[in-house]
């Protein structure tokens, strides 16, 4: 592992480790290549879909559930994205939902959901706001407030360790966070957001600060209008993803994907 980053990537840790567990299996030849590697993304969008079951069996009655669960599952961009192009943007919506999903329920198991979605891909981190935000709203004491942050701060380092030949673990983080964020330095790649609508590939200069202040504006805003209603945290989870596809530059055109499962529920 601490040779891995010797040569040229952009991924961080998180998925690297599926991929590992996959090469040995790959070494198996019990599955074909292209079905190996489009798995994980496959299971992911099943047991996400499984999740929003769940939590909207617990707002509604079952049948609604199930059409929820289905909407999610069966829609085209999804099945496009994970079975046919084989990319992994279903893992980071199953982490974002699992995240949410346990932050009530078992709030050790959120912070590891959160930290490993992270280490998968940035984007896993747009849901943060989200849960300091009932952090907030609903008084965590101290003690639950500092053991969410500490648990996942230390997962998330804990994820890093192993590939780094850094003694400065810090420094190695920063290091491969700022590789994946500095990779495509251009207003949308590929993007139909807003930034689309002048072009692809254009160099981004300081668009990208204008891009995080409407996004934090607009998620400021969200929670104004709908951060007290019931189950808001799917809702503000959507708008926060789909704001940074929206108005972050150098986003890619699937980056939209993992705001559909929120959005479902």
Not at 95 to 123: C, D, H, I, M
């Amino acid at each position: 592992f601490k040779n891995f980053y010797n040569g040229w990537s952009d991924y961080l840790p998180g998925y690297l480790y599926i991929l590992w567990l996959l090469g040995k299996i790959n070494a198996l030849n019990i599955l074909p290549v292209i079905v190996l590697y489009k798995t994980p993304a496959i299971l992911a969008d099943i047991v996400t879909s499984y999740l929003i079951y769940k939590i909207i069996l617990n707002i509604k009655n079952e049948k609604i559930a199930l059409a929820t669960s289905a909407l999610y599952l069966l829609n085209p961009a999804i099945i496009a994205n994970s079975s046919l192009w084989g990319q992994i943007d279903g893992i980071t919506a199953f982490f974002l939902v699992a995240s949410l999903y346990f932050l009530e329920r078992k709030w050790f198991l959120s912070a590891v959901f959160l930290a490993f979605g992270t280490a998968v891909k940035p984007q896993g981190a747009l849901v943060a706001p989200v849960i300091l935000y009932f952090m907030v709203r609903d008084r965590w004491n101290t003690k639950k407030l500092v053991g969410y942050l500490l648990i996942g701060f230390l997962v998330f380092i804990a994820l890093f360790i192993p590939f780094s030949s850094n003694p400065n673990i810090f420094q190695f983080i920063i290091q491969r966070i700022t590789t994946t964020l500095e990779q495509y330095q251009f207003t949308s790649i590929n993007a139909f957001n807003f930034w689309g609508i002048t072009g692809f590939w254009r160099p981004d200069k300081t668009a990208y600060i204008l891009g995080y202040l409407v996004y934090f504006l607009t998620f400021i805003l969200s929670v104004y209008k709908f951060g007290e209603r019931k189950s808001s945290q799917y809702l503000l989870t959507a708008i926060s993803v789909g704001a940074s596809y929206m108005f972050f530059t150098r986003m890619h055109e699937r980056h939209m994907l993992p705001m559909l499962a929120p959005l479902a529920i």
